[in-house]
């Protein structure tokens, strides 16, 4: 089945333990992204990677770090916490620049 | 860069009642515009979407609509039923490759059996 997936779904943890959010997709596709939702502010794009080794700032980046290794993950890096990035987070994952874009289930981040 | 101002934020109607959110985008040279819907407690999906070659695009009981001169555009859903409540997501970009969408705040769509 064609997929994005992320772990962990849930996540509470403290100000300044490190942690990493994965994204995983099995569509080959070339492009990822990563979202944040919070209420009353819809989507805002975190960092977003076209391929393999090229990743790029989105609107609100700060405080997280990313990696594409691979074509098929793309992990969100939070090197030390606050609670500001308490959230919702998405994965996703397009073939090109201007098709569909396909969400993982989110990843509810709560940080103490 | 872009900016994507959603409205209503909150639409309440009856079911069978058409809704119709409205988008405006700042960046003339955006040209692709996907339409979402995110079901509570769910992930955003595509519902339709429309490129800046095409001014209406109909898809069963949704449409959207494109007025490139004005920057703004549609989303109608006709004859409403209770499984369309949700928040639906606009948003704007250009094409190139770097391709970052903006997305409008979100209007929460409630459908009143």
């Known amino acids: 089945e064609a997929q994005v997936t992320q772990n962990p779904r849930y996540l509470i943890t403290v100000t300044g333990k490190k942690l990493t959010v994965t994204c995983s997709q099995n569509m080959n596709h070339e492009y990822m992204s990563w979202y944040r939702q919070d209420p009353g502010l819809g989507l805002r794009q975190i960092y977003y990677?076209?391929?393999?080794?090229?990743?790029d700032k989105g609107d609100v980046p700060e405080g997280y770090k990313v990696s594409r290794k691979e074509k098929r993950n793309f992990p969100l890096i939070l090197e030390s916490p606050s609670p500001n990035q308490t959230s919702l987070y998405f994965c996703?994952?397009?073939?090109?620049?201007?098709?569909?874009?396909?969400f993982g289930p989110g990843t509810r981040l709560t940080v103490l | 860069g872009e900016n994507v101002e959603q409205h209503p934020s909150t639409l309440s109607v009856q079911e069978g009642d058409s809704a119709v959110i409205k988008c405006t985008y700042s960046d003339s040279a955006s040209n692709y515009f996907p339409w979402y819907k995110q079901e509570l407690g769910k992930r955003p999906q595509l519902i339709i979407d429309?490129?800046?070659?095409?001014g209406e695009k109909k898809d069963q009981r949704i449409a959207v609509t494109l007025n490139k001169t004005a920057k703004h555009f549609s989303l109608h859903i006709t004859e409403t039923q209770p499984e369309d409540s949700a928040v639906y997501f606009c948003?704007?970009?250009?094409?190139?490759?770097?391709?970052?969408?903006?997305f409008g705040r979100g209007t929460s769509l409630i459908v009143h059996p």
């Open positions: 990677s076209m391929n393999v080794e090229v990743t």
């Open positions: 429309i490129r800046s070659n095409v």
């Open positions: 996703a994952s397009r073939p090109g620049p201007r098709d569909e874009q396909f």
């Open positions: 948003a704007a970009s250009r094409g190139g490759g770097s391709y970052i969408p903006t």
